[in-house]
């Protein structure tokens, strides 16, 4: 449980990164296939859109993960579709994905198309008060859609490099249901209990 939680922190940081950075919140609805790398591994799936919101499923060791990020409330709700259980954060600059302090650089680079998509690269050097560094390469439709990014985050020692790449990208409404909490699903996740009203796994409050 512990690798998921991971996992979502460090993708809802980055797309928050690359959002803040890039462009201005895409006004239109769509949706699309998704590929995103870390040096841990690789995961695929669909990503769905709406302004103020977005819904994005991946597989990872043949499990099914949901996020639902909800920035018109400020709240992520990761889903555990097996078990009908949902797990409820706050987004916040402690985790990475309130970029509203960090010092950012914007450069314009080119046009270029990319998996049959015309966009606009630009160089992005994102700095955080507390030394937290992001910088790379970001590219977006007119549209203001992130289709693609090749990054490297540092923070102190460590060193994370990602890639995000859309494909498939199709512009049109979605369904409002895709970025609810589905009926039916129980607040919390096997193994973990409640905290000052965040659930974390069993032993993670020493």
């Known amino acids: 449980m512990l690798s998921r939680l991971k996992i979502v922190s ?3 940081g980055l797309l928050f990164a690359a959002g803040a950075a890039a462009w201005q919140p895409p006004q239109v609805e769509y949706t699309a296939d998704s590929y995103f790398e870390t040096a841990q591994g690789v995961m695929q799936g669909k990503v769905y859109y709406s302004p103020g919101k977005e819904r994005r499923e991946y ?13 018109d409330k400020k709240r992520i709700w990761m889903l555990m579709p ?3 259980m949902y797990m409820d ?10 970029l509203s302090t960090w010092e950012i650089q914007q450069t314009l680079v080119g046009e270029e198309t990319v998996n049959g998509v015309s966009t606009t690269k630009y160089k992005i ?7 937290k560094k992001m910088g790379g390469f970001f590219w977006t439709t007119p549209e203001d859609i992130l289709v693609k990014m090749d990054a490297i985050a540092v923070d102190k020692d ?13 512009i049109g409404a979605q369904e409002a249901s895709l970025f609810e909490v589905p009926a039916g699903y129980s607040a919390g996740m096997p193994g973990m209990i409640g905290i000052g009203g965040l659930n974390l796994p069993a032993g993670a409050e020493k």
Do not use: C, F, Y
């Open 125 to 131: 050097i994102m700095v955080s008060p507390k030394g």
């Open 10 to 12: 460090l993708l809802a």
């Open 82 to 84: 097996e078990e009908k």
């Open 59 to 71: 597989t990872q060791s043949g499990e099914k993960m949901i996020m639902i990020l909800r920035h």
């Open 158 to 170: 460590s060193k994370e490099r990602m890639k995000i790449e859309l494909t498939n990208l199709q």
């Open 89 to 98: 954060t706050q987004m916040t600059e402690e985790r990475g994905d309130d």
